[in-house]
């Protein structure tokens, strides 16, 4: 494409393929995982025939480059899916988001070719991932992490806990963050992909959640944990650069989640702003309830102006990291808002769980917590915008 085309493109219009491939996304996600979405929640459980089936179609391996198995897509594509997913479950959207954004997406990124040939194909047939960082006493400060990881002969004993680990239950490979020297501060941290069959390693308590429920969010153990030193992923010291890299790009992700669920709950309010009639009109007969919809619709595509313009700039090798920032914040804002509206929008229906927003509005809260809170998103803008 030259600069020519390139103007002249505007960001939301999809290419042919990408057209496809949204409703490919969108049709599954309708029929396969709308009927599961109030069981997932209800019993915290995400449905594991699902999980084979998002295998099946690609979307655990969206990233993965074809010569591995995978579908070979870029970027936007993952973040099209996570989109189209989080409109009818976010629960569902994060795992397919862990996987992609970071899991895979550290492992294109600086795994060996060995590693690769390992790891890859597994990822993108039937292997879940997760993303280990956050520890009970480092959130917000990542790289306070106590998690120790000692060399002896060919291997690394690891020890420490993990917390807050997004698709833990279902994970069979995690990139894990260790330091091996705390002395050195972020210079010591290291990752490595940890098996779920390593000796040592084991899950710990799964946490039950205000919303995203059907995602599991569990502690990771480590004691005397043995990792083969082959295991290390980019360079011992580097961790610290693979996870701002990745959480960076995963941010975008995050958005996209939001901007899913802000989707999603919109279209039930405007339906039910159509259906409901009282003093003898439809709800959206009354201009208030036009004007909150409208006002919702503009934000909704303000959002995702944001979360399309930072997909694309990582796809086209630009610098993104204030887009990833301010589309993961401002996609939290409106998924927040928009969300809470539309269980005013129900009234008493929106705020039990016969109808789906009452979920929605539970699973918003999230956004503003997971890969780097709000606070955190705005000191990454003002760092660069002043
Ligand atoms: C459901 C769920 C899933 C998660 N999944 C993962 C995962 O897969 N992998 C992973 O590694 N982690 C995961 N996390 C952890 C998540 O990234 C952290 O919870 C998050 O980074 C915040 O850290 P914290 O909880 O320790 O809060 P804290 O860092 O203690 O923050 C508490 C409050 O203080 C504010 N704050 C902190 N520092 C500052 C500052 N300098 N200035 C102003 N305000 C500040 C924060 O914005 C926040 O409002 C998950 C968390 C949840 C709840």
Redesign the pocket.
């Known amino acids: 494409m030259d600069d020519q085309q390139r103007r002249t493109i505007p960001l939301t219009q999809l290419t042919e393929d990408e057209r496809m491939f949204q409703a490919t996304v969108r049709r599954f996600a309708a029929e396969q995982i709308l009927p599961l979405v109030r069981g997932m929640d209800e019993a915290q459980q995400m449905d594991a025939g699902l999980v084979r089936q998002l295998f099946e179609l690609g979307l655990m391996g969206i990233a993965v480059p074809e010569e591995y198995g995978g579908a070979g897509g870029n970027f936007f594509e993952a973040i099209l899916a996570i989109e189209e997913i989080s409109a009818v479950d976010p629960a569902v959207g994060?795992l397919v988001d862990?996987q992609n954004t970071?899991c895979v997406n550290a492992l294109v990124q600086w795994a060996t070719e060995e590693q690769k040939q390992r790891w890859m194909p597994q990822l993108a047939a039937d292997t879940v991932g997760?993303?280990?960082?956050?520890e009970?006493?480092?959130?917000?400060?990542?790289f306070a992490l106590q998690t120790r990881a000692v060399r002896r002969g060919d291997d690394y004993v690891l020890n420490g806990q993990?917390?807050?680990?997004?698709?833990?239950k279902e994970a069979r490979l995690f990139v894990v963050?260790a330091t091996v020297d705390p002395s050195a501060g972020y210079k010591g941290i290291t990752a490595f992909v940890v098996e779920k069959e390593a000796a040592g390693f084991s899950l710990g308590k799964k946490?039950d959640?205000l919303g995203?429920r059907a995602?599991s969010?569990c502690e990771l153990v480590f004691r005397d944990c043995v990792v083969p030193a082959s295991q290390v992923l980019g360079e011992v010291g580097k961790g610290y650069k693979i996870a701002i890299e990745t959480l960076n790009e995963g941010r975008i992700g995050i958005g996209a989640q939001m901007l899913g669920l802000a989707a999603g709950a919109w279209g039930h309010a405007a339906r039910w702003a159509k259906e409901r009639r009282q003093f003898g009109k439809a709800l959206v007969e009354f201009q208030a309830m036009q004007f909150q919809l409208a006002e919702m619709a503009t934000e909704i595509e303000a959002a995702r102006l944001l979360v399309y313009n930072a997909a694309r700039l990582k796809d086209t090798g630009g610098d993104f990291l204030k887009e990833a920032a301010m589309c993961k914040y401002f996609a939290s804002q409106v998924a927040e808002r928009v969300a809470s509206l539309s269980v005013e929008v129900f009234g008493g229906a929106g705020f039990v769980k016969d109808y789906p927003v009452e979920k929605l509005y539970r699973d918003a809260k999230?956004c503003?917590?997971?890969?780097?809170?709000?606070?955190?998103q705005l000191?990454t803008i003002a760092k660069l915008v002043l």
């Open positions: 994060v862990v970071l997760a993303y280990a960082l956050s009970a006493a480092s959130g917000s400060d990542a993990k917390l807050w680990i997004t698709n833990a963050f946490e959640k995203i995602s969010t999230i503003t917590i997971y890969e780097g809170t709000s606070f955190m000191a």
